[in-house]
């Protein structure tokens, strides 16, 4: 028996694997409790937030998280906060990793066949010992290449529902301020210009202000009549956890009065924007841009994160317009791929995917709902088409 940042983790428990791949390893793997989880995987290169176990207890009350480590001669890999959904009427269970399973050391030169380890362990237990559907998002990819999806597909696993908005937009965080500044576009970088003579101030808040952004937020939100679908209702359970987990609160200052602030996530190799808030004055003030720029200083000297992830757009042109000129030359826009669904069984496979589209048509009729309220923003982008990969 191993013993690795405080765990056990038993050899025997390892789940061979039956695809026919002699590359693939036969990964130890053990359930551990959510505490441990969230303290083990703090230093994971893949972490995000949907992974931890505190943001997940809040968010999804209905069903019931299992978190798993995964280790491979004497070291944790990896690891997956699998969340088990039971089925109405009790007819069956589905087993979903959002932005999973992750990899400890994204760069360890046997990263791919760790993944595909994981893959096949998760498979063993999931759809082949416990006959649920097993679904899986991996996250968008820096590559033009989704190598984490084509590993799922090439499992068996076949593609399910789509994001009607799935791209991301990665700024990349090691530059140089001369080299960073750059790469904006060049309206971007005129209105950065313009905001830094605008006499606005930046401000890294400890996690005691946290209440002056909820109320920063509560007033955007009433003025932009967004939908909110985000998990905001989980901040305090984020704000309380201890480094690196904790996100970051920023704020940005006109004339002593706050006029901005955001909230970033910035644990493992990709920090994500996660919230953020303006009152009136910050459209002409342009506090976005002075907000945003500043955060990504922040980030390259403070932590070890790669690259900025600042999510998608829900369909807004403008958002788009703004994320896509700050992601510039040097970043990348990139679509999360589909969900990736694979069962054994085909009765299991049958329940899941209908109750994968009954929720697509919930959330279509919601939606449609929403564009109706006269008070309401209504999306006004254009969906891009998803590249070949994914068709």
């Given at each position: ?17 039956e695809h026919g791949r002699s590359d ?147 700024v990349k965080l090691r530059l140089s ?172 496979y049958a329940l899941g995917a209908g ?37």
């Amino acid at each position: 028996m191993s013993t690795i940042a405080g765990l056990s983790i038993d050899p025997s428990s390892a789940v061979p694997h039956e695809h026919g791949r002699s590359d693939i390893p036969a990964l130890a793997t053990r359930k551990v409790t959510g505490a441990e989880w969230d303290r083990v995987i703090s230093g994971f290169d893949g972490i995000c937030q949907e992974q931890l176990f505190a943001f997940a207890s809040i968010r999804w009350p209905g069903v019931s998280p299992e978190p798993r480590l995964f280790e491979s001669k004497g070291r944790i890999v990896g690891g997956a906060l699998v969340l088990v959904q039971r089925l109405p009427l009790g007819l069956s269970k589905i087993a979903i990793v959002k932005w999973g399973p992750m990899l400890a050391d994204a760069g360890a030169a046997d990263a791919s066949t760790l993944y595909a380890g994981m893959i096949e362990a998760l498979v063993g237990e999931y759809a082949e010992q416990r006959g649920m559907m097993l679904s899986v998002l991996p996250h968008a990819s820096p590559r033009e290449r989704n190598d984490e999806y084509h590993a799922l597909r090439d499992r068996g696993f076949r593609r399910g529902a789509v994001l009607r908005f799935p791209d991301r937009y990665l700024v990349k965080l090691r530059l140089s301020d001369a080299a960073q500044r750059q790469s904006f576009g060049q309206a971007w970088r005129r209105q950065l210009s313009k905001a830094e003579k605008s006499g606005l101030v930046f401000e890294h808040a400890g996690a005691d202000r946290i209440e002056d952004f909820k109320t920063l937020y509560a007033a955007m939100s009433d003025r932009k009549q967004f939908p909110d679908y985000s998990a905001f209702d989980t901040l305090d359970a984020l704000m309380a956890m201890d480094e690196p987990l904790r996100p970051e609160l920023f704020f940005v200052r006109h004339d002593g009065e706050l006029v901005a602030g955001a909230l970033i996530f910035k644990a493992g190799d990709r920090a994500v924007y996660l919230y953020g808030a303006t009152n009136d004055q910050a459209l002409p003030l342009r506090a976005g841009y002075f907000l945003h720029w500043h955060i990504i200083g922040w980030l390259r000297d403070h932590t070890r994160a790669s690259w900025y992830d600042l999510g998608g757009t829900d369909g807004f042109q403008g958002l788009h317009q703004f994320k896509k000129g700050m992601v510039g030359d040097a970043g990348v826009i990139r679509p999360v791929p589909p969900v990736a669904n694979y069962a054994s069984r085909p009765l299991a496979y049958a329940l899941g995917a209908g109750a994968f589209a009954a929720r697509e048509a919930y959330n279509e009729l919601r939606r449609r709902i929403e564009m109706i309220r006269p008070s309401r923003a209504r999306p006004d982008q254009v969906p891009a088409p998803l590249p070949p990969e994914f068709l």
